[in-house]
């Protein structure tokens, strides 16, 4: 496959804890090409974030461990590189930009030390070039008059602003990789548009291949290419956002795709899934999703499905799937 980013393949990530092993992440494969955005969508606690950190190799420690699987990024296996390696690997080629701006950003540093910082620390550039980086940074997020901002700290900014920042300084080592962990979630309804608008802007300026992490289905419609539905740990159904929206085969993309919210219909009342998603600590027999299916068969509480591939780009886990 041509200009492939990142590849990962059956990647298992596991938590040691003293109530035993959590499979946060158990056989997940999928890849980002150039210029592309993959979403990973599911609900709370499914691993979408563990997958994100995989891909960093920043699992909290100790207990997160990279079990099995590779994480192939440009042609090279990520998790071959040493810790130093990884460390220049993940400034120059990886960002990440998590859901609460405030964690990523240092209170007492004005946004201009904090992005010249980002700045110096990835790119080889004379003292005297660092400044015009550093706007160019912010105008890439669209922040208006940038060479103020610089001189702001970030309580001055708004929750929208303060998060613009972290995407220039996510973006300012130019990664080929960007992951964005529910990067609106904390954003009211209006800034969230503008700041998903954001990213077809900066992936037409900078080719960058992006991993869009969310729980909704409304959000995937707006940015993904394609997309990955994660439950329980493991991807249950994967297809080009337009074609999983068109005919979504698996019970669970079903259920999520209609909890979202539709402006044009009055009223409606939503459909939320019934139940709770499967403790980590133990999963049920068969398929992960039987508990809550509403279509579940007998052989589905015995194993679990394989993975059909209905064509190239549209892969499923499920039973009534042939
Ligand atoms: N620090 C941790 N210690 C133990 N288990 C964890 C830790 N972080 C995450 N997990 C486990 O991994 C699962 C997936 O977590 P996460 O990737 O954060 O979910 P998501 O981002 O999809 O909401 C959780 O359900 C939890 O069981
Ligand atoms: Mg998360």
């Known amino acids: ?17 003293r109530l035993g092993e959590v499979k946060a992440v158990d056989g997940v494969s999928f890849y980002v090409r150039e210029g592309e955005t993959f979403g990973i969508v599911g609900e709370s606690g499914c691993g979408k974030s563990v997958t994100g950190l995989s891909i960093m190799r920043l699992l909290p420690e100790p ?30 080629m990886i960002s990440m930009i998590l859901q609460d701006p405030m964690s990523s950003l240092n209170p007492v540093y004005t946004i201009g030390d904090q992005i010249s910082e ?32 610089t001189k702001e700290y970030p309580f001055q900014l708004s929750g929208g602003m303060r998060q613009r920042v972290v995407g220039s300084i996510a973006m300012s080592c130019r990664p080929r990789l960007l992951i964005a962990d529910e990067p609106t979630t904390a954003l009211d309804a209006t800034i969230q548009a503008q700041y998903l608008a954001l990213f077809d802007d900066i992936q037409a300026k900078t080719n960058v291949a992006i991993i869009f992490i969310t729980h909704d289905f409304g959000v995937v419609s707006r940015i993904c290419d394609r997309v990955g539905v994660m439950y329980a740990g493991k991807i249950l159904e994967a297809a080009p956002t337009r074609d999983i929206f068109k005919a979504p085969k698996h019970p669970y993309t079903k259920a999520l795709i209609d909890s979202v919210p539709r402006l044009e219909v009055k009223d409606e009342r939503l459909y939320s899934i019934e139940g709770q998603p499967p403790s980590m600590f133990r999963l049920p027999p068969g398929c992960r999703f039987r508990p809550r299916c509403p279509v579940a068969m007998d052989i589905c509480g015995e194993q679990e499905p394989p993975e059909v591939k209905l064509n190239e780009d549209h892969a499923v886990s499920c039973w009534r799937v042939k």
Do not use: C, W
């Open 63 to 92: 207990g997160g461990e990279i079990i099995e699987g590779k994480i192939i990024l440009e042609g090279k296996n990520i998790l071959e590189l040493s810790k130093k390696a990884m460390r220049a690997y993940r400034g120059k």
């Open 118 to 149: 980002a700045v110096k620390l990835h790119q080889d550039l004379p003292d005297n070039m660092v400044e015009a980086e550093v706007v160019s940074a912010l105008r890439l997020l669209r922040i208006p008059d940038p060479e103020i901002r």
């Open 1 to 17: 496959m041509s200009n492939v980013v990142l590849q990962v393949e059956n990647l298992h990530t596991s938590f040691f804890t």
